[in-house]
Nanobody, 123 residues
Framework: QVQLVESGGGLVQPGSSLRLSCAAS????????IGWFRQAPGKEREGVST???????YYEESVEGRFTISRDNAKNTVWLQMNSLKPEDTAVYSC???WGVGASLSPGFYDYWGQGTQVTVSS
């Protein structure tokens, strides 16, 4: 069983940066694919970025070039570096884990979820 805790959200101005963390406990992340998702009010949850257990990263088109996902298995942590933030990035961001070598931007792929952290981009 994996427990995930996100942190690093906040209120920032457009063009700013934030770094979200997803810290795991209960199991090492070595064999898990990790995804970052976001959900804005009134909208469905959408996949933002994902990283496989071997470190291959994938991004949703709207964040490509602005967001960077990374992981340190020794620290049992995955990060999402978000640069050039836009008001449309405002959402609750959650991380999720799925055991195995794959990764996906589809929420249904994942077994374990964190509680989320709020990101608000506003002037």
């Amino acid at each position: 069983q994996v427990q995930l805790v996100e942190s690093g959200g906040g209120l920032v101005q457009p063009g700013s940066s934030l770094r979200l963390s997803c810290a795991a406990s209960g199991s090492t992340l070595d064999n898990y694919g990790i995804g970052w998702f976001r959900q804005a009010p009134g909208k469905e949850r959408e996949g933002v970025s994902t990283i496989t257990s071997s470190g291959s990263a994938y991004y949703e088109e709207s964040v490509e070039g602005r967001f960077t996902i990374s992981r340190d298995n020794a620290k049992n942590t995955v990060w999402l570096q978000m640069n050039s933030l836009k008001p449309e990035d405002t959402a609750v961001y959650s991380c999720a884990a799925a055991w195995g070598v794959g990764a996906s931007l589809s929420p249904g792929f994942y077994d374990y979820w964190g509680q989320g952290t709020q990101v608000t981009v506003s002037s």
